[in-house]
């Protein structure tokens, strides 16, 4: 018979004095209670029963303090007989249910009960320590059981570029504790160099590697550095699912290899890293640094020594700059779509005549088994419905994809073209020089965006060229000349002659080319970093965006009214103007394609742009100027730099040039050469 769980009341005497009689027999785990404490407990709603039919297999005691918004758990209590069932799990899920405002749930419990692999099998995680006040003065340890609500210190957002977890060696390293070297190393992810450039943060794993330090005068001084460092509170149940992805994977790979606990720990840091949404563990463990492989491929975190670090922050900062994964910092999530996976997405994909049901799912199949490696990517929603599917592979300098679908959804035309974007950001990243698309079935969704974004169609698909050159049109045209030549085919030359706006969509068509010595106007702009953050997710944001805005390439931004020669189409640079410390967090860290200029009244602008920005309509009203007018920024397809450049590089920069370099207070026009040289910059090879 399933278990119940139920509240009880003070009135119940019979089902109290069951209650009372099983606690009784614990006394020595639980302490003596007297029956009139259980019914205070009952009458002040902290008495639960779990019963197996009509019999008493458990209960839970607890307080629910006026003062503090937590739940203090006093007894949880199983039947000796009635253990390894679940019991313990249903009463703590009915507390949750119960008094699911509360923060979270704390218990004591001593140390040498050994009973922390059910506390951390039930969710909770050690928080800290105290002396019992019995003769003995034994340890309590506290668990902590979180109950999901946002904790507006934990959770701020980060002014770093680059959020890194630690493992509890690195971690101890911090704190002192080690050989000199472990020290020097671990501690080298403090230097002030790097203050502004990498936050380092903790998952709850370490919380129990610390809990299990022997010496309590060690535990005390790692405990006291926790507050250092940033927490982080992934999803326990999505951890608990990558976590057997990754044991699965390393009993596969790695059969040699035990699946102990301490194994079983390191694969928990991977796992929770990933499940925070941040893509690089650092770790000092030879056996946790032997898992990178699986640790990128299963859960796309980077597992690192602090050398690395520290050696390779700007390669390191690319891994959250370019992200797929989490789609900028929105809900959606992309998967590889594992063998079996195909007959799932018939539904959600299926489009024209000869392409459904079997036909579709024996031809995503028949590319597992045709000699070339195919990445099979499915993006899904924040309810986890497939979305859109792409399948590619590189074949030499040709990014071929040979699915491009999207579903029905209400973002179905935004995600086409952000999923353009995205190959075209992944061609580049690999070296490609074309993208070739040669699915049959194109969704109509995906056939409309490839064509507003610069494919053209022959009998073989859709293509569009990458061409990563930033210079004069005469190098553009040259290189334009030089990829299309190689595929057979004609391509128009371009010289310094050209408008604007033809410049500006030989750009967009021939993306990530920049035409310099064209007419095409430059800008930089300030932004302060909490738009950066909310525009860019730059610095990256701990919890996710609006979906529109994360997949969105168009966005908006605003300013007075006032012009200062801002003319479109245009090119602009994104300057973080403030932050943590002295010039370290001004920078460049990105550029865009400037769309429109807008002035008008705060009302009106905001009414026409809202659902491409993140400013609230006060925050419109407040960049007007004494006319009374605003003016809208519209701007799209934003490219993030993998090396964002400081106020220092920037100064030396335009020094080279024989310019003068001052930091915007507003929009500014800078010159071509300028843009280039940051824009070469943001690009460096580390």
């Not at 749930?105 to 909770?124: E, P």
Request: hydrophobic share 45%; glycine share 8%.
């Amino acid at each position: 018979m399933a278990i119940r769980v139920l509240p009880v009341s003070a009135e119940q005497s019979d089902l109290l004095d069951a209650i009372i009689a099983l606690g009784d027999r614990y006394t020595k785990y639980l302490g003596l209670l007297t029956p009139p404490a259980y019914r205070k407990h009952a009458e002040d709603d902290g008495l639960l029963v779990a019963l197996d039919g009509e019999e008493v297999v458990g209960y839970a005691l607890f307080g629910l303090p006026k003062r503090s918004l937590h739940v203090r758990l006093a007894h949880l209590c199983v039947a000796e007989e009635h253990r390894g069932k679940g019991v313990a799990r249903e009463l703590i899920e009915a507390i949750r249910a119960r008094h699911a405002h509360r923060l979270g749930i704390r218990a004591k419990c001593r140390r040498d009960y050994g009973l922390s692999s059910m506390w951390t099998a039930l969710g909770f995680v050690p928080k800290g320590e105290s002396l019992g006040r019995g003769k003995d003065k034994e340890t309590l340890d506290t668990w902590w059981l979180d109950l999901g609500h946002e904790d507006l210190f934990t959770e701020a957002q980060s002014d770093a570029l680059l959020v890194v977890t630690v493992d509890h060696g690195v971690f101890a390293g911090l704190r002192g504790t080690g050989t000199e070297r472990a020290v020097e190393e671990s501690r080298a992810l403090e230097a002030g160099w790097l203050a502004d450039l990498i936050e380092l943060a903790f998952t709850p794993q370490l919380l129990h590697d610390v809990r299990d330090v022997e010496e309590r005068e060690a535990r005390t001084r790692q405990r006291a550095g926790l507050a250092e460092l940033r927490s982080l509170s992934p999803d326990s149940a999505a951890v608990a699912v990558r976590l057997e992805e990754l044991v699965a994977a390393t009993g596969k790979e790695m059969p040699s290899v035990p699946l102990d606990g301490r194994q079983r720990a390191r694969l928990r840091y991977v796992a929770e890293t990933s499940c925070a949404g941040l893509q690089v563990l650092v770790t000092r463990d030879p056996a946790l640094a032997a898992l990178a492989d699986i640790a990128l491929d299963i859960a796309g975190v980077k597992v690192v020594s602090p050398a690395v670090v520290t050696l390779h922050v700007d390669e390191l900062r690319q891994a959250q700059v370019y992200r797929p994964a989490d789609l900028m910092g929105t809900t959606f999530s992309a998967e590889e779509i594992a063998p079996g996976g195909e007959r799932e997405l018939v539904a959600f994909f299926e489009q024209a005549e000869g392409d459904r049901g079997t036909a579709f799912e024996e031809r995503l199949k028949s590319l597992a088994d045709d000699g070339v490696v195919w990445r099979r990517e499915l993006l899904r929603d924040g309810e986890g419905h497939p979305v859109a599917l792409y399948v590619w592979t590189l074949d030499g300098r040709t990014l071929n994809v040979a699915f491009l679908r999207t579903a029905s959804h209400r973002l179905e035309e935004t995600l086409a073209r952000q999923l353009l974007f995205m190959l075209k950001r992944l061609g580049r990243e690999r070296g490609a020089q074309a993208i070739r698309i040669t699915d049959p079935f194109l969704s109509p969704a995906a056939m409309s965006a490839a064509g507003a974004d610069g494919f053209t169609e022959d009998e073989s698909g859709f293509t569009v060229l990458l061409v990563d050159v930033c210079g004069p049109a005469e190098a553009v045209s040259r290189k334009v000349a030089e990829i299309a030549g190689r595929m057979r085919r004609s391509a128009p030359r371009l010289d310094e002659r050209v408008s604007p706006e033809v410049a500006s969509m030989a750009e967009r068509v021939w993306w990530p080319a920049k035409l310099i010595d064209t007419a095409l106007l430059s800008f930089i702009a300030p932004i302060k970093p909490r738009w950066s953050t909310e525009l860019f997710d730059v610095p990256a944001m701990l919890v996710p965006r609006d979906d529109v805005l994360g997949i969105s390439r168009e966005h908006v931004y605003y300013r007075s009214s006032g012009r200062r020669g801002e003319r479109v189409p245009a090119r602009i640079l994104w300057y973080v103007s403030e932050g943590a410390s002295g010039q370290q967090g001004k920078m460049v860290i990105g550029c865009s394609r400037l769309d429109e200029v807008v002035i008008d009244d705060p009302d009106a602008l905001f009414s026409r742009f809202e659902h491409l920005g993140v400013y609230g309509h006060a925050e419109v009203r407040d960049a007007a100027d004494g006319s009374g007018k605003a003016m809208a920024l519209r701007f799209s397809d934003t490219e993030i730099f993998p090396v964002q450049v400081t106020h220092a590089r920037m100064t030396a920069l335009a020094k080279r040039l024989g310019l003068r370099w001052v930091p915007p207070m507003q929009l500014s026009k800078i010159s071509s050469t300028l843009f280039q040289a940051v824009y070469e910059e943001g690009h460096r090879k580390t």
